[in-house]
């Protein structure tokens, strides 16, 4: 989340937020309070999300507070939201709704949204319109006070477990492609919704198609201007890029590289000289990509943004595939072998879950999934670098009239 | 250097009838629903590769009913099995247990040409209704030594006069063995030897792996006093199962060419025809130049691949060079291939109803096979004088 | 050379044409006659370039007959033509000037090109025209039976040897750029040709500038059609390609790899197990690059030619470039050292001579001379693999109108 | 981790100090102009940014004259070095032989704080009138071990009662050792130790070398019975070294990361208004994306040479690991950069009358000196616990 959110007059300490804390569990008991109950007063007691504004579950503090927080909740074995469940609610739902929602959206969804008890999913990407997002084709019409929506959307995960999906649809075809998009929270269960498991090369469905036919969305339910859809979702992006790329502390030999350095420590018949020296490099990759992830969240924390988070992500996808496919060669004979091929819908993504081999296929994702990195280059040369744009047949041409 | 690198216009011919069989009966989707259905090798494509190109038989002599052809049209047969993921056990049966029983056959020169176990086996397998494979596995390369997991056990009563020795043990990982009629076992003991195992007979159980190549199934191989009959022992049966393994890694480079070429056609293809930012993608210049150093790295590939082909088609004594560079090079490009065609295929490249992924398994899976890019690698350190600290 | 030249329709053996040899050695003593008169003779007898037409130094026979002829003479210990001189000349102008030369233009200039009586340079690079060689500003203006010639040239190799220069100039700055060419031979004696030394990074000045202020050309001494010229360069350039890759048949540990491997085996005590893996990882694509030089050649020969010629230039850029960077950090201490910084001209172009500094410094160029890498993974992808052109903006538009 | 990979204000402050100081008196131009006049130091920039910035001292605490900063502030200051690839000996003085100097006072613990010959020299160094040097091969690197190369001679008369011990031997390709007023000699011999050396003194030989960096001129050592006081010795000396070699490799690091950013700056701008085709040669995508990768290495290498700054700067126990990866990382990076630098300025860039060369011929010198990437992650095989097999 590259945005800190309001900003109070006074901050607060790390102290005083841990004083606050103990003060709540002691009006709340997490033993004895339902679970669902306790979530709720902590949102009401802006104990959520510290960072966020006094009435939508923070207290309007820098965001660096928020672990003492987690810390005090964690000590008293108190519930905590489930976040892994929720991922594109917490991170990508939440900092849009807070930028660009309404007062009243935002009082209606943050709440159930933190405490997990509605799960967010994203429609953006469609067949025909991948890299080029702008050029989706999904049309929404005004009709009354509502939108009816057509158009097919892919690459969407938990929609199957989704209440609502961050759609991004076409309200006006006239104008060029930029334009005439509109943002808006989509009803997973509204009629017309229809979701459908879409299988990846590792076996699993991770991810669904959804299909929108005439699905029906109130005009309340639009997040920013009409037309105004594609700068709504750059925040969306923006996070999502920062959520993959890993913006949080983490302790050395995590993610891919875990896996790798346990197989090569255990099996020391496995070694040989070649793999020894790639497993150096890699180790050593990783690490320095751990490193620019903690300083990246030092400059968030500081609250001097960067845009090294989409280096974050580019680094990520590339360690990731390169490090689980040496991890197959150093697997050797069983490298060989996959453990299962049957058709699974994973409750939660695991990247570094089951075998180096289901590891090694999953990885090819990471440079796909959430902007493919071709993308992120184009958006490293021209918005940090400044380097010029291609030529563009389809900047100001109407939407309708560009050739596809 | 005398080696012709190029194709022979025989080459081409087999290439040709052998990819329009291929493409009119085992197209992609016939081999993706295959593995899904569990039934992982095609045996009537087999039949037809056999009977309709003659690939089972290329290495037999004509004598034993074989092509009497050589390792260059093999290695030009495997480029299409590549380019094609086909589910056949060529590389198990025409290639390895081929070379393995021409080895044998050549060191127990007491016996007349043409008569003895290999030989009879050979005239079996020349037609390809019979298929064979070596009980090794998979990851094993030329240069590790004689496989110890297999060992002979104890006679049984009769066996002697029946000139039948009992295998006992377990080999992981083996390719092609699934569906091959006979196994070639590789065994140590009194005497060290290779014996042929009927698949058939009591003792030998097939454990079917889930594989990483979904179009090359695995299996474990276990011997419970399996009978064998010994046709090839100590030095002559390390040479046959080196040979063997060699004979492997150079045809499986090949078949990563094939796979390699059709990765890059396909992706070529698909960045031509896919439109992005109202410009087909392929007209971005970041895309054109990954492909276009593809295609030298697939330029590159051909090159060595013919020149292990060759080098092995003739016994030329550089073989070992060729056949490690000829792996080393071709796995780095078939897998890069593969990746790049996942990759420029964008999201519906990583789904399960898109080729991409048949190649991608593959050519990781084959990069791994009778040793790895490093292993081949490092074996030039001798071969090359390129001494070690 | 891409082109074998006319066939003749009767091809001799290769022991045709060492008796052929053997029978003008016996008529033209090369330890008795004068050099150039022996060069003349065997150029008159079509001994010169066996596959270059009879009259013009050859006898139409395939190019795969010339290692016979050479055998002979060099068994007899007689002159060569010295063709490590006229590099420019054999390898580019002479394929040029039989593809394009009026038969007076050939029979004025192949002789002394093939004898080396007159080197041979390349006037086309400009300092504003480098990767787009047909934007070059260098203008002719016809002038009765002449052309007047003014502008400058860059990185023109031997012009300080040189007798001759194939010198790309615009003469209609009304058309699109690529029209607008046109080809002449230009001689560098002339009033109003000044040759100066370019220094590179090196510190030699192997390249050279050329200004050609108002010189003076004989229409005679155009090269094909008035605004031909780019169809013409053509030629010359994939014979630069062509002779840079290197088709020649080479042995075992030529070129870069050579001084890389000699140090190795010479000194045991600066091995570590990851400069082996990386030695024998430059090792075999450096036998791999020669197998796909040898593979080239072997189709050449069998006037099958394809386009392998341009992967071999970039495959001997990237290898040059790899191989001496690793040769600087074998050196370890004596990398860090360079022989001499002092300006020099070299007589030839050595790639592989002095140090490890200067091969590494050296390389860099490989990249850039006779088209960088990145045109030719242009040309690749667009005229191998049939990829979809850029927009392009220069196309259709008058030269003189293209904003620069 | 708690280390702040940040810059804080007055590293910032220091930066921008130093880079105006730069640009205003040593353009490349400057730098180029002076190689090629055979003076490749700068006595006067030295002074400049001695007195005007204080990076002679950065590391001497105030109470012998220096600014009492860090490594952090010193690496700060070495970016900007390394941005201007300004000649001069702030690595060598500045950085290993304060070093080395700090360490060899920290453990004579039986010297009063502030006094002794390590004391008494880096007040001298403090303002930057007088600079050290290690007499050590360039190229050596932490680990490697007592350097053997000088060693302890027979003493001549009266040298016992002026505490002088004499050295003899030859160090070749040392760095900042030709302008440098004292020599910090590591000699082998009874005892092993680290011994000050005056430079003018009779036996001191010092003979410039072509360097491959033409802006950090390398010198062959050559003492013949020099005379030398002893600093520190047995285990404290080999610490001293280690130290200093350590930080030493640490400071380069994040020298070669601000070369690699001016090397990024230069390529952008050139890019973009370079013109070819039409269009700006920075609007072509191949290009494109591969600036914005080496921005991203940039990035990485930023990171990991701050926490090596870090890890010095409060003695950090993960310091061997720290200093390992930057070196390594940033090597790689700096190379690489330049070497895109003067692929992306094309023709131009490989001229003499231009910056480019000055960088990659730094950038490459940097890479092998204090140990390459390669021997750097190779020590990381048991720093963390990645056996060799």
């Known amino acids: 989340m590259l945005d800190d959110g309001v900003l109070s007059e006074e901050t607060l300490t790390g102290d005083e937020i ?35 504004p006094p009435g939508y579950g923070g207290l309007g503090v820098p965001r660096a507070l928020q672990a003492a927080a987690d810390e005090e909740f964690a000590r008293a074995g108190a519930p905590d939201n489930a976040p892994e469940r929720n ?8 900092p849009t709704i807070l930028a660009f929602g309404s007062g009243e959206q935002k009082s209606r969804w943050l709440r159930a949204l933190w405490t997990g008890e509605e799960i967010w999913c994203q429609l953006f990407s469609e067949p025909g319109a991948g890299s080029d997002l702008a050029g989706l084709a999904t049309r929404a019409v005004k009709d009354g006070d509502s939108w009816a929506v057509s158009g097919q959307k892919v690459w969407t995960s938990v929609a199957h477990h989704a209440k609502w999906g961050l759609l991004l649809a076409r309200t006006d075809p006239g104008v060029p492609k930029h334009q005439g998009l509109s943002y808006f ?36 339910d639009r997040i920013g201007q009409t037309g105004e859809g594609w700068r709504v979702a750059q925040t969306t992006l923006m996070n999502e890029r920062v959520a993959i790329g890993g913006a949080r502390a983490l302790p050395r030999e995590s993610g891919m590289i875990s896996p790798a350095v346990t197989l090569w420590r255990s099996r020391p018949e496995l070694r040989t000289p070649v793999l020894h020296d790639r497993l150096l490099r890699l180790w050593a990759d990783a690490e320095v990509a751990r490193l620019a992830g903690e300083r990246l969240r030092q400059q968030l924390a500081a609250g001097e943004p960067g845009p090294e988070g989409s280096a974050a992500k580019l680094v990520f996808a590339r360690l990731n595939q390169e490090i689980s496919a040496f991890e197959v060669e150093l697997a050797g004979a069983d490298g060989l072998r996959y453990d299962d091929w049957a058709m699974k819908r994973p409750e939660t993504s695991n990247l570094y879950g089951r075998g180096p081999g289901f590891r090694y296929l999953r990885a090819r994702g990471n440079s796909i999934e959430g902007g493919t990195s071709e993308i992120l280059r184009n958006i490293i040369a021209e918005r940090v670098l400044g380097l010029p744009a291609e030529p563009r047949a389809d900047k100001d041409v109407p939407w309708k009239d560009v050739p596809r | 250097m005398s080696a012709d690198l190029r194709y022979s216009d025989t080459e081409r011919a087999l290439a040709s009838a052998l990819a329009d069989l291929l ?51 093999l290695a030009t047969a495997a480029e299409q099995f590549g380019a094609f993921v086909a589910p056949v056990p060529y590389l198990g049966s025409a290639a390895v247990a081929t070379t393995a029983l021409l080895s044998a056959a050549e060191s127990t020169v007491n016996t007349p040409a043409g008569s003895g176990a290999s030989a009879d086996l050979l005239r079996r397998m020349a037609g390809g209704g019979t298929t064979a494979a070596l009980a090794a596995e998979f990851a094993a390369s030329a240069g590790s030594g004689f496989p110890g997991s297999l060992r002979l056990a104890a006679l049984r009563p009769g066996d002697e006069s029946a000139g ?50 979904m179009t090359r199934q695995l299996c474990d191989i276990t011997l ?112 890069h291939a593969a990746e790049e065609c996942v990759q420029l295929h964008g999201g519906i490249g990583f789904t399960w109803e898109h080729p991409a992924h048949l190649y991608l398994k593959r050519a990781k899976a084959a990069s791994v096979a009778f040793g790895t890019a490093g292993a081949h690698r490092s074996a030039l350190a001798s071969l090359a004088s390129i001494a070690p600290p």
């Open chain 1, 87 to 94: 991922p594109i609610g917490l991170g990508m739902a939440a």
């Open chain 1, 185 to 220: 929270a989509c009803d997973m269960t509204a009629p017309g919704v229809e979701v459908r498991p879409l299988r990846q090369l590792t076996g699993e469905a991770e991810f669904n198609e959804v299909f929108l036919t005439d699905a029906r969305i109130p005009d309340a």
């Open chain 1, 18 to 52: 841990r004083e606050r804390v103990r003060a709540f569990l002691t009006a709340h008991d997490p033993r004895t309070m339902p679970r669902q109950d306790f979530l709720n007063a902590r949102w009401d007691a802006g104990l959520a999300w510290v960072h966020y």
């Open chain 2, 224 to 335: 419970d006093d399996a009978p064998g009959r010994l046709i090839v022992s100590g030095e002559a049966a390390a040479r046959a199962v080196e040979d063997a393994l060699a004979a492997g890694a150079a045809i499986l480079a090949a078949e990563q060419l094939g796979l390699a070429q059709r990765c890059l056609d396909m992706t070529v293809g698909y960045v031509k025809e896919r439109r992005q930012f109202a410009r087909p993608v392929g007209s971005f210049q970041a895309i054109k130049h990954r492909l276009a150093d593809l295609w030298v790295s697939v330029t590159q590939a051909r090159a060595v691949s013919r020149y292990a082909a060759a080098c092995l088609a003739s016994g030329d004594e550089d073989t070992p060079v060729a056949v490690a560079l000829a792996k080393a090079y071709c796995s780095e490009v078939a897998t």
């Open chain 2, 164 to 213: 039948v020795a009992r295998l006992r043990g377990t080999v992981r990982s083996a390719a092609d063995a699934l569906p091959a009629d006979v196994l070639l076992v590789p065994a140590d003991g009194v005497p060290q030897g290779l014996y042929l195992v009927d698949g058939t007979a009591p003792g030998v159980h097939r454990v079917p792996v889930s594989s990483l190549d």
């Open chain 2, 23 to 73: 493409a009119a009966q085992s197209g992609w989707k016939d081999v993706l629903a295959r593995t899904e259905a569990g039934e992982s090798y095609d045996a009537g494509l087999w039949r037809a590769v056999a009977s309709g190109v003659g690939c089972a038989g290329l290495l037999i002599p004509e004598p034993l009913g074989g092509a009497g052809a050589s390792y260059r049209e």
